[in-house]
Nanobody
Framework: EVDVVESGGGSVQTGGSLRLSCTAS????????LGWYRQAPGNECELVSV???????YYSDSVKGRFFISRDNAKNTVSLQMTSLKPEDTAVYYC???????????????????????????WGKGTLVTVSS
């Protein structure tokens, strides 16, 4: 049985930092991409960052240089260190796990509500990040 569970999140002022963590159980580590999406009210699902099976990473332009993704294969966890947070980073953040054979997440367009995308092998329930000005 597969399961994706996030932790972290919360409220912080502009310029602050938060760390999100995610554990993906029931997945084969070497075959699974782990990533973070976010969704702000009224906005489309947005891919934030990915840690691929080959060790490469992806960041959206909106977070590049401020967010940093890391992965612990021994625990099949992925973390997102978020620094220099801005009010526009306010969103529900979702951890996602997907078999790399389905195609890289960076080339998997998701529109609408993140969790409505049924092609993902595993979604976390989401964790809210609120950045106040």
């Amino acid at each position: 049985e597969v399961d994706v569970v996030e932790s972290g999140g919360g409220s912080v002022q502009t310029g602050g930092s938060l760390r999100l963590s995610c554990t993906a159980s029931g997945f084969t580590v070497d075959d699974t991409e782990l990533g973070w999406y976010r969704q702000a009210p009224g906005n489309e699902c947005e891919l934030v960052s990915v840690f691929s099976t080959d060790g490469s990473t992806y960041y959206s332009d909106s977070v590049k240089g401020r967010f940093f993704i890391s992965r612990d294969n021994a625990k099949n966890t992925v973390s997102l260190q978020m620094t220099s947070l801005k009010p526009e980073d306010t969103a529900v953040y979702y951890c996602a796990a997907d078999d790399v054979a389905d195609g890289p997440l960076v080339r998997t367009p998701i529109t609408g509500f993140c969790l409505d995308y049924s092609g993902m092998d595993g979604w976390g329930k989401g964790t809210l990040v609120t950045v106040s000005s």
